[in-house]
């Protein structure tokens, strides 16, 4: 496998990198073979538009949930050729994912490391608008950091993941966790961080609408709608404000504060979204029948909010005492407690299972 350096962005993506290793960069794998985890994040205030496209630098901060066990387990083991399975699967070399993953691992490669081998399966539908690239770069960068030892804490593990995906840059944590969007051109001040409330009450469901591949992936969706969408001027200064109120809503305890905060984040990136030219408009018409639902249940009493990110799969958020109550109306859900009993990855069970090769 040859690395292909040229281009500004790879010269800049590699200093990224370097800035973030140090000399622990170009160093030999400590072991053959590791495994690590990641969970999906939703999030509640998005990133939606970047001010640097080569790093994955965003426009504002986020603020994102855990999924729990949705999420990405990795395994990669060292070889002479790059080869890449995802859900038991050999992805073609020629296919978008397998050229984005070995772009990803030229960051990394050294003498002693040229090629590898990488096994991942989702716990989630892949490319469905939930955030299957969140975790399985954050996975990969966790991965790659017990494969060469580089005990990376939160903050570069972040910064690495981001890379290979913006919103991955808060899947390296568990629990709230705020992506800085940073100042600084080469991105070392971008990264994400975890908040320190505990809300083990928390609920967040999917929806399956839909679990087909979507028609536009989220960074032809951004590009698009930054450059054309009449409102996405208004977008920043609305997510600044929501991640201030959200921290508030968080901070208090106070559920249908954040809920409602939550909620209107993700139509107005929607809005963004439908505003664009051409438009993208990812709703099917039951990602509106839910929406629709959740008002007239909120109508009923019940404090329940819902979220979308760049696909039509809805996700409910509500507080434990609700979920009987939803199972009811949407047989379908499949509910997450983002506060698993698990303060950091390293602890969870499913690092330890690794992938068989064979
Ligand atoms: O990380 P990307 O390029 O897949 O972008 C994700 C964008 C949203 O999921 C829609 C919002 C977010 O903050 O996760």
Redo the contacts with the bound molecule.
Sequence with gaps: MTRNFEGSANVRRLAAVHAALGDRIGGAPAQHEATAFASA?I?LC???GKRDHDLNLPMTN?V?LSLGSLGTRTSIRLSDMDRYWLNGELLPCDSPEAHRLAEYLDLFRSEQAPAFEIRSDNTIPTAAGL?S??SAYAALARALDRLFDWRLDLRTLSILARLG????ARSVATGFVEWHAGTREDGADSFAEQWPEVWPELRIATLFISKAPKAIG??EA?RRSVETSPLYSAWPTTAWRDLASLRAAVGSRDFPRMGAIAEANALA?HAVLIASRPAIIYWQPETLAVLRQVELLRAEGLSVYATL??GPNVKLLFLADLETALRTAFPDLAVVAPFFGYTNFSSHPLNAQKIDFA
């Excluded at 995906?165 to 991955?168: F, I, K, L, T």
């Design positions: 994040n999030a998005k990133y939606w986020s994102s955030a690239s969140a995906s913006g919103s991955a989220s960074r951004m990136m990110d760049a």
